[in-house]
T-cell receptor, first 115, second 114 residues
């Protein structure tokens, strides 16, 4: 079985400071992991994905995430926050279990960026 | 290339009414799915399809019906609307029905049931 936990429901940062959004996962297999971003009144957009290649994954808009198997984590980071980064972020895990493609979504982290 | 298109954007229903939420994708994606998003709950899978003529239930299928007669379209039917179905509904598709294939989302339908 697979599961995912986003450790913070809200994260508040000042513009220009680093961003850290935390995600822990559980999986019986080698999982794929994704981060999606949702701006207000929009659908979700893929930021980046990990699929068993390099453990440090670079995404769009300067975001990156590191897959750490020993810690079962896939935290999302960005060196310098921009006002346009204010959005909801979802961590998603998916593996081969069950034979069907049913990814599991975290409950989301709301990123607030102060000027 | 429109991607995933959902209609309508907004809908208000009275309890007991039925309606169909439309979803179409022009990317020749094999996999399509419907989610509902409620505050603090993340996204929950309602139904999904791994190809034309094949559908299956997700986490919260009760009160909803789907069909997949073509690769492009995956409508979601509410049979008898209830206030508990007030939510934002998202359609998502993927190139393959595979665990490592990312999802492409529509912009959502905001449904209110009174």
């Amino acid at each position: 079985a697979q599961s995912v936990t986003q450790l913070d429901s809200h994260v508040s940062v000042s513009e220009g400071t680093p961003v850290l959004l935390r995600c822990n996962y559980s999986s019986s297999y080698s999982p794929s992991l994704f981060w999606y971003v949702q701006h207000p009144n929009k659908g979700l957009q893929l930021l980046l994905k990990y699929t068993s290649a390099a453990t440090l994954v670079k995404g769009i808009n300067g975001f990156e995430a590191e897959f750490k198997k020993s810690e079962t984590s896939f935290h999302l980071t960005k060196p310098s926050a921009h006002m346009s980064d204010a959005a909801e972020y979802f961590c998603v895990v998916s593996d081969r279990s069950g034979g069907s493609y049913i990814p599991t979504f975290g409950r989301g982290t709301s990123l607030i960026v102060h000027p | 290339n429109a991607g995933v298109t959902q209609t309508p954007k907004f809908q208000v229903l009275k309890t007991g009414q039925s309606m169909t939420l439309q979803c179409a994708q022009d990317m020749n994606h094999e996999y399509m799915s419907w989610y509902r998003q409620d505050p603090g709950m993340g996204l929950r899978l309602i139904h999904y399809s791994v190809g034309a003529g094949i559908t299956d239930q997700g986490e919260v299928p009760n009160g909803y019906n789907v069909s997949r007669s073509t690769t492009e379209d995956f409508p979601l039917r509410l049979l008898s609307a209830a206030p508990s179905q007030t939510s934002v509904y998202f359609c998502a598709s993927s190139y393959r029905a595979a665990y490592n294939s990312p999802l492409h989302f529509g912009n959502g339908t905001r449904l209110t049931v009174t």
